[in-house]
Protein backbone atom coordinates (compact mmCIF):
# COMPACT_ATOMS: atom_id res chain seq x y z
CA UNK A 1 0.00 0.00 0.00
CA UNK A 2 3.31 2.58 0.70
CA UNK A 3 4.56 1.91 -2.44
CA UNK A 4 1.38 2.80 -4.37
CA UNK A 5 0.28 6.05 -2.57
CA UNK A 6 3.46 7.52 -4.36
CA UNK A 7 2.80 5.95 -7.70
CA UNK A 8 -0.81 7.56 -7.24
CA UNK A 9 0.21 11.25 -6.35
CA UNK A 10 2.66 11.17 -9.35
CA UNK A 11 -0.05 9.80 -11.51
CA UNK A 12 -2.98 12.48 -10.14
CA UNK A 13 -0.12 15.45 -10.52
CA UNK A 14 0.81 14.68 -13.71
CA UNK A 15 -2.91 14.80 -14.52
CA UNK A 16 -3.31 18.23 -12.89
CA UNK A 17 -0.42 19.17 -14.97
CA UNK A 18 -1.81 17.91 -18.31
CA UNK A 19 -5.06 20.22 -17.60
CA UNK A 20 -3.07 23.80 -16.65
CA UNK A 21 -1.37 23.88 -19.64
CA UNK A 22 -4.49 21.95 -21.26
CA UNK A 23 -6.73 25.35 -19.88
CA UNK A 24 -3.84 27.55 -21.41
CA UNK A 25 -5.42 27.00 -24.80
CA UNK A 26 -8.67 28.44 -25.20
CA UNK A 27 -9.74 27.12 -28.24
CA UNK A 28 -8.70 23.56 -26.72
CA UNK A 29 -10.83 24.28 -23.80
CA UNK A 30 -13.85 25.71 -25.60
CA UNK A 31 -13.75 22.01 -27.78
CA UNK A 32 -13.72 20.58 -24.64
CA UNK A 33 -17.00 22.09 -22.97
CA UNK A 34 -18.18 21.58 -26.57
CA UNK A 35 -17.64 18.25 -26.28
CA UNK A 36 -19.29 17.73 -22.83
CA UNK A 37 -22.21 19.47 -24.35
CA UNK A 38 -22.25 16.84 -27.20
CA UNK A 39 -22.07 14.02 -24.04
CA UNK A 40 -24.99 15.68 -22.28
CA UNK A 41 -26.94 16.09 -25.78
CA UNK A 42 -26.71 12.39 -26.17
CA UNK A 43 -27.42 10.90 -22.61
CA UNK A 44 -30.22 13.89 -21.97
CA UNK A 45 -31.50 14.96 -25.72
CA UNK A 46 -35.28 12.99 -25.41
CA UNK A 47 -35.24 15.27 -22.21
CA UNK A 48 -34.15 17.97 -24.04
CA UNK A 49 -35.75 18.72 -27.27
CA UNK A 50 -38.94 20.50 -27.57
CA UNK A 51 -40.86 17.54 -28.80
CA UNK A 52 -40.45 14.05 -29.60
CA UNK A 53 -38.66 13.06 -32.91
CA UNK A 54 -41.42 11.64 -34.94
CA UNK A 55 -44.51 13.79 -33.50
CA UNK A 56 -45.76 15.66 -36.84
CA UNK A 57 -47.28 19.55 -36.67
CA UNK A 58 -49.96 18.86 -39.51
CA UNK A 59 -50.29 22.09 -41.45
CA UNK A 60 -46.59 23.00 -40.56
CA UNK A 61 -44.74 21.13 -43.23
CA UNK A 62 -41.52 22.85 -44.42
CA UNK A 63 -42.01 25.94 -41.89
CA UNK A 64 -38.38 27.58 -42.71
CA UNK A 65 -35.84 28.33 -39.34
CA UNK A 66 -36.95 31.51 -37.24
CA UNK A 67 -34.93 34.27 -38.35
CA UNK A 68 -36.23 33.96 -41.60
CA UNK A 69 -39.44 35.94 -42.48
CA UNK A 70 -42.04 33.06 -42.76
CA UNK A 71 -40.56 30.92 -39.32
CA UNK A 72 -41.52 30.94 -35.72
CA UNK A 73 -39.53 30.55 -32.59
CA UNK A 74 -41.92 27.69 -31.91
CA UNK A 75 -40.13 25.84 -34.76
CA UNK A 76 -36.19 27.27 -33.88
CA UNK A 77 -34.97 25.33 -36.69
CA UNK A 78 -37.65 25.06 -38.79
CA UNK A 79 -39.85 21.60 -39.77
CA UNK A 80 -39.37 18.96 -42.59
CA UNK A 81 -41.64 17.84 -44.92
CA UNK A 82 -44.07 15.87 -42.63
CA UNK A 83 -43.96 18.55 -40.06
CA UNK A 84 -41.46 17.62 -37.45
CA UNK A 85 -39.14 19.53 -35.68
CA UNK A 86 -35.61 19.52 -37.13
CA UNK A 87 -34.24 20.81 -33.70
CA UNK A 88 -35.91 18.28 -32.03
CA UNK A 89 -34.90 15.98 -34.28
CA UNK A 90 -31.06 17.46 -34.36
CA UNK A 91 -31.11 17.26 -30.45
CA UNK A 92 -32.33 13.65 -30.13
CA UNK A 93 -30.31 12.42 -33.29
CA UNK A 94 -26.88 13.51 -31.36
CA UNK A 95 -27.55 9.92 -29.21
CA UNK A 96 -27.46 7.67 -32.58
CA UNK A 97 -24.43 9.70 -34.23
CA UNK A 98 -22.29 11.52 -31.30
CA UNK A 99 -23.51 8.62 -28.91
CA UNK A 100 -22.82 5.75 -31.60
CA UNK A 101 -19.22 7.23 -32.41
CA UNK A 102 -18.27 7.53 -29.18
CA UNK A 103 -19.20 3.51 -27.97
CA UNK A 104 -17.71 3.25 -31.54
CA UNK A 105 -14.14 4.73 -29.79
CA UNK A 106 -14.40 3.34 -26.20
CA UNK A 107 -14.44 0.02 -27.73
CA UNK A 108 -11.59 0.62 -30.46
CA UNK A 109 -9.44 2.25 -27.81
CA UNK A 110 -9.55 -0.71 -25.13
CA UNK A 111 -9.29 -3.35 -27.58
CA UNK A 112 -7.20 -1.88 -30.26
CA UNK A 113 -4.76 -0.43 -27.82
CA UNK A 114 -4.32 -3.75 -25.65
CA UNK A 115 -3.88 -5.38 -29.12
CA UNK A 116 -1.19 -3.14 -30.31
CA UNK A 117 0.66 -3.07 -26.68
CA UNK A 118 0.70 -6.86 -26.57
CA UNK A 119 1.80 -6.88 -30.88
CA UNK A 120 4.24 -4.45 -30.26
CA UNK A 121 5.90 -5.96 -27.05
CA UNK A 122 6.39 -8.97 -29.11
CA UNK A 123 9.18 -10.48 -30.93
CA UNK A 124 10.52 -12.83 -33.09
CA UNK A 125 8.73 -14.14 -36.47
CA UNK A 126 5.26 -13.70 -35.14
CA UNK A 127 5.24 -9.44 -34.60
CA UNK A 128 6.78 -9.59 -38.29
CA UNK A 129 4.15 -11.54 -39.67
CA UNK A 130 1.66 -9.40 -38.01
CA UNK A 131 2.97 -6.29 -38.71
CA UNK A 132 2.82 -6.96 -42.76
CA UNK A 133 -0.21 -8.66 -41.85
CA UNK A 134 -1.23 -4.71 -40.45
CA UNK A 135 0.39 -3.32 -42.87
CA UNK A 136 -2.12 -5.00 -45.71
CA UNK A 137 -4.86 -3.02 -43.89
CA UNK A 138 -3.69 0.17 -44.60
CA UNK A 139 -4.40 0.10 -47.93
CA UNK A 140 -8.01 -0.51 -47.98
CA UNK A 141 -10.19 2.54 -47.03
CA UNK A 142 -11.78 2.19 -43.45
CA UNK A 143 -14.88 3.41 -44.93
CA UNK A 144 -15.04 0.81 -48.04
CA UNK A 145 -14.13 -2.05 -44.92
CA UNK A 146 -17.23 -0.54 -42.96
CA UNK A 147 -19.42 -0.90 -46.22
CA UNK A 148 -18.66 -4.49 -47.19
CA UNK A 149 -19.31 -5.81 -43.82
CA UNK A 150 -22.05 -3.80 -43.19
CA UNK A 151 -23.92 -5.45 -46.74
CA UNK A 152 -23.49 -9.11 -45.46
CA UNK A 153 -25.21 -7.85 -41.84
CA UNK A 154 -29.22 -6.72 -41.52
CA UNK A 155 -29.34 -2.99 -41.87
CA UNK A 156 -29.45 -1.15 -38.61
CA UNK A 157 -27.71 1.22 -36.72
CA UNK A 158 -26.06 -1.49 -34.24
CA UNK A 159 -24.67 -3.44 -37.24
CA UNK A 160 -23.24 -0.05 -38.41
CA UNK A 161 -21.87 0.66 -34.97
CA UNK A 162 -19.76 -2.99 -35.59
CA UNK A 163 -19.07 -2.75 -38.61
CA UNK A 164 -17.15 0.33 -38.14
CA UNK A 165 -15.70 -1.19 -35.25
CA UNK A 166 -14.34 -4.26 -37.16
CA UNK A 167 -13.02 -1.74 -39.79
CA UNK A 168 -11.33 0.73 -37.74
CA UNK A 169 -9.57 -1.93 -35.46
CA UNK A 170 -6.62 -3.19 -37.88
CA UNK A 171 -5.76 0.31 -38.14
CA UNK A 172 -5.94 1.66 -34.65
CA UNK A 173 -3.93 -1.42 -34.11
CA UNK A 174 -1.92 -0.77 -36.20
CA UNK A 175 -0.59 2.46 -34.90
CA UNK A 176 -0.43 1.71 -31.21
CA UNK A 177 1.78 -1.44 -32.58
CA UNK A 178 4.32 1.01 -34.45
CA UNK A 179 4.56 3.58 -31.99
CA UNK A 180 5.24 0.64 -29.40
CA UNK A 181 7.80 -0.98 -31.62
CA UNK A 182 9.95 2.61 -32.21
CA UNK A 183 9.62 3.51 -28.75
CA UNK A 184 11.40 -0.58 -28.16
CA UNK A 185 14.16 1.15 -30.69
CA UNK A 186 15.27 4.11 -28.21
CA UNK A 187 18.46 3.81 -26.27
CA UNK A 188 16.89 4.38 -22.95
CA UNK A 189 14.64 1.61 -23.39
CA UNK A 190 17.85 -0.92 -24.54
CA UNK A 191 20.09 0.86 -20.88
CA UNK A 192 16.77 -0.50 -18.91
CA UNK A 193 16.91 -3.88 -20.67
CA UNK A 194 20.53 -4.31 -19.66
CA UNK A 195 19.97 -3.33 -16.09
CA UNK A 196 17.75 -6.39 -16.01
CA UNK A 197 13.73 -4.62 -16.41
CA UNK A 198 11.24 -6.75 -17.10
CA UNK A 199 8.59 -6.02 -20.08
CA UNK A 200 6.08 -5.41 -17.33
CA UNK A 201 8.12 -2.60 -16.20
CA UNK A 202 9.51 -1.36 -19.47
CA UNK A 203 5.73 -1.28 -20.42
CA UNK A 204 4.60 0.56 -17.25
CA UNK A 205 7.56 2.98 -16.71
CA UNK A 206 8.28 3.85 -20.26
CA UNK A 207 6.30 2.52 -22.76
CA UNK A 208 3.17 3.30 -22.07
CA UNK A 209 3.63 7.08 -20.79
CA UNK A 210 5.43 7.87 -23.92
CA UNK A 211 2.96 6.63 -26.62
CA UNK A 212 0.56 8.94 -24.99
CA UNK A 213 0.34 11.33 -27.49
CA UNK A 214 0.21 9.05 -30.89
CA UNK A 215 -2.92 7.09 -28.57
CA UNK A 216 -4.33 10.46 -28.42
CA UNK A 217 -4.00 11.56 -32.11
CA UNK A 218 -5.39 8.06 -33.14
CA UNK A 219 -7.97 8.59 -30.86
CA UNK A 220 -9.10 11.53 -32.40
CA UNK A 221 -8.70 10.54 -35.73
CA UNK A 222 -10.53 7.20 -35.12
CA UNK A 223 -13.43 9.47 -33.51
CA UNK A 224 -13.95 11.55 -36.15
CA UNK A 225 -13.59 8.37 -38.82
CA UNK A 226 -16.77 6.88 -37.00
CA UNK A 227 -18.58 9.87 -36.69
CA UNK A 228 -18.13 10.44 -40.37
CA UNK A 229 -18.85 6.25 -41.32
CA UNK A 230 -21.98 6.35 -38.59
CA UNK A 231 -23.53 9.00 -40.95
CA UNK A 232 -22.46 7.88 -43.97
CA UNK A 233 -23.65 4.09 -44.01
CA UNK A 234 -27.24 5.82 -42.60
CA UNK A 235 -26.84 7.85 -45.92
CA UNK A 236 -26.65 4.77 -48.07
CA UNK A 237 -29.05 2.92 -45.81
CA UNK A 238 -26.75 0.26 -44.60
CA UNK A 239 -26.78 2.20 -40.93
CA UNK A 240 -29.99 3.60 -38.88
CA UNK A 241 -33.34 3.31 -40.35
CA UNK A 242 -36.97 5.07 -40.34
CA UNK A 243 -37.63 6.39 -37.56
CA UNK A 244 -34.11 7.23 -36.29
CA UNK A 245 -33.09 10.70 -36.14
CA UNK A 246 -29.23 10.09 -36.90
CA UNK A 247 -27.57 12.75 -39.19
CA UNK A 248 -26.58 11.17 -42.06
CA UNK A 249 -30.27 9.24 -42.67
CA UNK A 250 -31.75 12.94 -41.70
CA UNK A 251 -29.72 14.17 -44.98
CA UNK A 252 -30.79 10.76 -46.84
CA UNK A 253 -34.24 11.96 -46.43
CA UNK A 254 -34.55 14.97 -46.77
CA UNK A 255 -32.02 15.17 -49.89
CA UNK A 256 -34.81 15.98 -52.38
CA UNK A 257 -35.33 18.81 -50.59
CA UNK A 258 -32.28 20.30 -51.20
CA UNK A 259 -33.66 23.28 -53.48
CA UNK A 260 -37.11 23.68 -51.87
CA UNK A 261 -36.14 23.15 -48.48
CA UNK A 262 -32.29 23.37 -48.08
CA UNK A 263 -32.31 23.62 -43.80
CA UNK A 264 -33.60 20.06 -43.39
CA UNK A 265 -30.27 19.41 -45.58
CA UNK A 266 -27.44 21.94 -44.50
CA UNK A 267 -27.98 21.95 -40.71
CA UNK A 268 -27.68 17.87 -40.32
CA UNK A 269 -24.71 18.74 -42.09
CA UNK A 270 -23.51 21.30 -40.30
CA UNK A 271 -24.09 19.06 -36.87
CA UNK A 272 -21.96 16.96 -38.40
CA UNK A 273 -18.88 19.08 -39.18
CA UNK A 274 -19.09 20.97 -35.98
CA UNK A 275 -18.51 17.12 -33.94
CA UNK A 276 -15.96 16.48 -35.71
CA UNK A 277 -13.96 20.13 -35.55
CA UNK A 278 -14.59 19.75 -31.99
CA UNK A 279 -12.99 16.16 -31.74
CA UNK A 280 -10.09 17.73 -34.08
CA UNK A 281 -9.42 20.52 -32.01
CA UNK A 282 -9.84 18.84 -28.50
CA UNK A 283 -7.31 15.79 -29.69
CA UNK A 284 -4.74 18.49 -30.76
CA UNK A 285 -5.22 20.31 -27.70
CA UNK A 286 -4.65 17.08 -25.12
CA UNK A 287 -1.25 16.55 -27.31
CA UNK A 288 0.10 19.29 -26.60
CA UNK A 289 -0.45 19.68 -23.46
CA UNK A 290 0.83 16.14 -22.89
CA UNK A 291 4.21 17.13 -25.16
CA UNK A 292 4.37 20.92 -22.95
CA UNK A 293 4.34 18.58 -19.74
CA UNK A 294 6.84 15.81 -20.78
CA UNK A 295 9.18 18.58 -22.29
Known sequence: MQDKEPEEFREREALLNIWRYFRTDRLALFSFYLFILFILTALFGTWLAPYPSDMQFVGKELLPPSWNDQGTVTYFLGTDDIGRDVLSRLIIGAKYTFGGATLVIIATAIVGGALGVLAGMSEGLKSRILGHFLDAFLSVPILLIAIIIATLMEASLLNAMLAILLALLPHFVHEVYQAVRKELTKEYV????????????????????????????????AFTIAVFDISALSFISLGAQRPQPEWGAMIRDSLDLIYLAPWTVILPGIAIIIVILTVIILGNGLCKAIQKYED
Open 190 to 221: LTLRLDGASNLTLLREAILPNIAVPYVKEIAR
